[in-house]
């Protein structure tokens, strides 16, 4: 269905690959809903369904794509040092120990 959305796009029928673009939306939300009402669910939940659809599921889509077209390539691993601040503060022993007696 994806693919069929892309073509309109590129044939320059917005206005149908929109009516679809909602229409897998809606979907999306109802099945979403039938599953949260059916589990018992916090209904809450419905309110991600939306970003989730729209933002996060392409940006996994990027990620994939992009790693597949690294590995095709035959690119190495592009890690790199982690640069340390030494900004973490620890508490002492005494300190932590008070924080115990207090919270008991």
Do not use: K
Not at 62 to 79: L, P
Not at 82 to 92: A, E, G, I, M, T
């Amino acid at each position: 269905m994806a693919h069929s959305r892309l073509y309109l796009l590129l044939v320059g029928r917005f206005t149908l690959a929109a009516l679809m673009l909602l229409l897998t939306l809606g979907l999306d939300v109802a099945l979403t809903a039938a599953v949260v009402v059916g589990e018992r669910e916090d209904p809450r939940l419905l309110a991600d369904v939306v970003w989730l659809r729209l933002v996060w599921r392409p940006l996994q889509l990027v990620a994939v794509v992009g790693s597949i077209v690294r590995w095709v390539r035959g690119e190495r691993e592009h890690w790199r040092r982690v640069r340390r601040l030494n900004s973490v503060v620890v508490p002492s022993a005494a300190a932590e120990r008070s924080c115990y007696l207090h919270s008991a």
